[in-house]
């Protein structure tokens, strides 16, 4: 008799659900450089694995890049932060 539960399979390939929000959630600290080394290298390792991540940080790394070029000396536009944050929480689930 083999009535053993099978485990859920480990995925390597692919974050879980948390990963992809953890991830997205650090993603700032990530590129202001405030997370620790270990934070940096979980979210990089994640970013390398899950193509919806790396893309959304290919967005926000290039949204800060023009920010940070028309807007050296400025705040943010007021309502950027919120609407990247939108874009953000509705970001389709990873396949
Ligand atoms: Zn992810």
Not at 1 to 23: A, F, L, V
Not at 71 to 81: A, I, N, S, T, W
């Amino acid at each position: 008799m083999t009535s053993q539960p099978i485990p859920p399979p480990r995925s390597t390939e692919r974050g879980s659900d948390t990963d992809c929000r953890e991830s997205l959630t650090e993603l700032y600290g990530f590129l202001d450089g405030e997370l620790t080394v270990e934070r940096r290298s979980m979210i990089r390792g994640h970013l390398e694995a899950c193509n919806g991540c790396l893309e959304t940080y290919d967005f926000e790394a290039e949204l800060r890049l023009v920010v940070s070029t028309c807007c050296r000396e400025k705040e943010l536009p007021p309502g950027l932060k919120d609407r990247v944050a939108q874009v953000l929480r509705e970001l389709p689930e990873a396949p």
